[in-house]
C-alpha cells in the first residue's frame, strides 16, 4: 500500500504506455493540442482529467469527508486539486491510513519531520489532540524521520537511528507498547527490537523490517497477521516465523507481504479474496510462499488486493478483483458483470514500464516517466476522472508537466494522493 514507500528510483519506460513524443519541446499551447492528439490515439483509455501542468503542490482527490484531502474542506474531489501549503519538491513520502472513508488520514514526511491531517478521533495524528485537520500540521517529537506509515488508526514512525514510534489507537496492541484498548495522541517509542530499516502498518497491525533481514509484528492477529503461528494479539512486537534475508515489507488492511533477498514474495494473514496469492482462499498464521512470480523488484500491498513489479518491468497481481483491480483483458466493461478474484499471480500486460504502483481498497494507480493512471472502483471519485463511475480501463490522470514521483491511496478509504 503506498502508504510507507520512498521515493522509486527512474528507469526508462519501457513497455505499452510510451511518452508521446508530441509533448517534448512544445510551447504550452502546443504541448496541450499535441497531448488532446495523442489521447484521442489511445481508444483503450478513458479520457483525461485536468492535467494540473505546473502545479507544485501535492495532489490529493476522493473521498474528503474527515478533511483527509487536506484542502481546508470537508467535501469529495472528483478530480486533483492542491493539499494546502504542501508541496511535492518538499515532500520525500506520503503515507496515507484508514479503515474506510470515514476514518482516513494521511502522512507526509518533509525534511525528516512529519505532518499529518484527516481524521483524528483516535489521536492518529499525532498532534496532541483528537480534532480532525483539514490541512496539514507538524507531528510534534519526531525528528531525523525516514520512514512513515499510516494504519488504520494509528501511524507509525522510524528516525535514523533505527528506532520506531508509533501513536493512534491501540485497541490491539498495535502501538507496541505493551498495553490495549487505550490509544496515544503523541508519538512514543516502541520498545523490544534491534535497528529497524522500514516499517508498515496494516488496518490494526504493525510491521518492522530489522536490518538484519528479519522481521517483527504487532498488534492484532485474529487472521494470521502477526505471522507467529498463532491467531493471538500481542501488544509487543514478536519475530515472523520463518523470515530471513527480507529486503522489504508492506502491510495490507489483514494481510502482509515480504520480499526476499532472492527476489521471491511470501505472505501470511487474511486470505478471503486470494491475497495471500498461493493458490488458496484459507487464511495463514505463518508465511507462505506467493505462486509464480520471480525476479520481483517491489511490493505493494493494497487492502485486499496486490501487485507485484519484476525486474523486467512486468506487473502481476492478484486477490480481489471486484472492480477490475487486476485490469484483465478479457472481462467487459459492464458494470454488473462478475469479476473473479485471483487466487495466484495473474500478469497485468497494460502496466509493463510503470515506474510505480499503490493499491488502494479497491482500486489501482500507477506512474509511467509523465503521466498518472487510475482504474477500478470509483464510487467516492478517487479515480480523480470527474465521475464516480467505476473503470475496468486505465483512465490518463495526469499528464506531461506534473513531475509526479510516486502516488500514494488510503488504506482502507478511496483517497488518492500524487506527489
Known amino acids: 500500500m503506498s502508504r510507507s514507500r520512498r521515493t522509486p528510483t527512474r528507469t526508462p519506460l519501457r513497455g505499452p504506455l510510451p511518452v508521446p513524443a508530441a509533448l517534448r519541446g512544445r510551447t504550452f499551447a502546443a504541448a496541450v493540442l499535441a497531448a488532446a492528439t495523442a489521447l484521442a490515439a489511445v481508444p483503450a483509455l478513458a479520457p483525461a482529467a485536468t492535467a494540473n501542468e505546473g502545479n507544485p503542490t501535492v495532489l490529493s482527490w476522493g473521498a474528503g469527508r474527515t478533511g483527509q484531502l487536506g484542502n481546508g474542506t470537508l467535501s469529495d474531489s472528483l478530480s486533483p486539486a492542491s493539499v494546502t501549503s504542501l508541496f511535492r519538491g518538499d515532500v520525500d513520502q506520503l503515507s496515507a491510513g484508514g479503515t474506510s472513508s470515514s476514518d482516513s488520514f494521511a502522512l507526509a514526511r518533509t525534511d525528516k519531520t512529519v505532518k499529518s491531517w484527516g ?26 524521520i525516514k520512514d512513515v506509515a499510516a494504519g488504520g488508526k494509528h501511524a507509525l514512525a522510524l528516525d535514523t537511528s533505527g528506532q520506531v514510534y508509533s501513536w493512534g489507537d491501540n485497541s490491539y496492541g498495535q502501538l507496541g507498547n505493551n498495553r490495549t484498548g487505550d490509544s496515544r495522541t503523541v508519538p512514543d517509542r516502541v520498545q ?66 515480504a520480499l526476499t533477498a532472492d527476489d521471491t514474495v511470501k505472505s501470511w494473514g487474511y486470505n478471503l479474496y486470494g491475497q495471500l496469492g498461493n493458490s488458496s482462499t484459507k487464511s495463514s498464521t505463518v508465511p507462505v510462499d506467493v505462486d509464480w512470480v520471480e525476479g520481483v523488484s517491489d511490493i505493494e500491498a493494497g487492502a485486499h488486493h496486490n501487485y507485484v513489479r519484476t525486474s523486467d518491468s512486468h506487473v502481476w497481481g492478484w486477490g480481489n478483483n471486484q472492480y477490475g483491480q487486476l485490469l484483465e483483458s478479457d472481462v467487459a466493461s459492464d458494470a454488473n458483470v462478475s ?81
Open 119 to 144: 481524521h483524528n478521533s483516535s489521536g492518529q495524528l499525532g498532534n496532541g489532540g483528537n480534532t480532525n485537520q483539514t490541512v496539514p500540521t507538524t507531528v510534534p517529537r519526531l525528528n531525523n
Open 192 to 257: 523490544g527490537m534491534p535497528r529497524v530499516k522500514q516499517i508498515s502498518a496494516g488496518c490494526d497491525f504493525s510491521l518492522a523490517l530489522l536490518e538484519n533481514g528479519k522481521v517483527y509484528a504487532w498488534g492484532r492477529g485474529i487472521h494470521g497477521q502477526l505471522g507467529t503461528g498463532n491467531r493471538a494479539t500481542s501488544s509487543v512486537p514478536r519475530q515472523v516465523l520463518g523470515l530471513e534475508n527480507i529486503v522489504e515489507i508492506d502491510a495490507g488492511c489483514h494481510h502482509a507481504l
Open 339 to 419: 469479476r473473479t478474484n485471483r487466487t495466484a499471480p495473474v500478469e497485468i500486460p497494460r502496466l509493463e514500464g510503470v515506474q510505480h504502483l499503490a493499491a488502494g481498497a479497491r482500486h489501482g494507480v500507477a506512474v509511467t516517466a509523465d503521466d498518472v493512471f487510475t482504474w477500478g472502483h470509483n464510487g467516492e471519485g478517487q479515480l480523480g476522472n470527474g465521475t464516480t463511475d467505476s473503470q475496468y480501463e486505465l483512465v490518463r490522470i495526469l499528464t506531461e508537466g506534473s513531475a509526479i514521483k510516486a502516488m500514494a491511496v488510503s488504506l482502507g478509504g478511496n483517497t488518492t494522493y500524487a506527489y
